[in-house]
């Protein structure tokens, strides 16, 4: 008599090797993933720290601007719109950028602003090219500073900014595995208020 497998026994077999591999795979899979989103969440945490510690020690430098007539601020070096004994201005209202005058020994006019064009936080010096701060990999999608009357000269308070910056990362990453962060920081004038 010849012992043979029927096609049940077969099929039950195959499946449970398949549920046996299955298993397995999927779990390396969803391990590959989370390692994705966990490299992309550090890069994000990296380059955040580094834009907000580069930005906050020249913001916090910044220096007066002395350089113009207090009555014509037009002519001033840096802050065209503030002008004479101002740190610093936004002169694209609360959602664009923040220009000052810089802590160097030969006045440089600074300016941190974001790039609609490829979404990037970008410096710029004395009207000189834009220069990169962000990596190519991030994508800012929110950057505010503000509110300018925290910086108002005729008050006794200590001048200071608000950053208000939200990031995305892992632009070659499927959506729901780019990591998102919102940061908010307060930098304030380390010289102090001194009316000129």
């Known amino acids: 008599m010849n012992k043979a497998y029927t ?27 989370a390692q994705q989103k966990a490299l992309a969440s550090q890069k994000l945490l990296d380059n955040t720290s580094y834009v ?32 004479y004994g101002y740190n610093y201005e936004n ?24 790039d609609k064009s490829d979404n990037r936080l970008k410096e710029r010096r004395n009207g000189a090219d834009p220069v990169a701060l962000t990596s190519d990999d991030l994508e800012v999608i929110s950057f505010k500073i503000g509110p300018s009357d925290s910086w108002d000269q005729n008050d006794t308070d200590q001048p200071r900014v608000t950053i208000f910056l939200e990031i995305k990362g892992g632009k070659n990453l499927k959506d729901e595995l780019q990591p998102k962060i919102k940061i908010q920081t307060t930098i304030s004038q380390r010289n102090l208020d001194v009316p000129y």
């Open 7 to 33: 096609l049940i026994e077969i099929l039950m077999a195959v499946s449970i090797f398949m549920i046996m591999i299955a298993a397995p795979t999927g779990f390396f899979v969803g391990s590959l993933k």
């Open 91 to 114: 002169p694209g209202g609360f959602n664009s950028e923040i220009r000052f005058v810089n802590y160097q020994e030969s006045p440089v006019c600074q300016k941190f602003f974001l």
């Open 52 to 83: 907000l510690e580069y930005m906050g020690r020249a913001i916090r430098m910044a220096k007066k601007e002395l350089n113009c007539s207090s009555s014509e601020p037009s002519s001033c070096f840096c802050l065209k719109t503030k002008g």
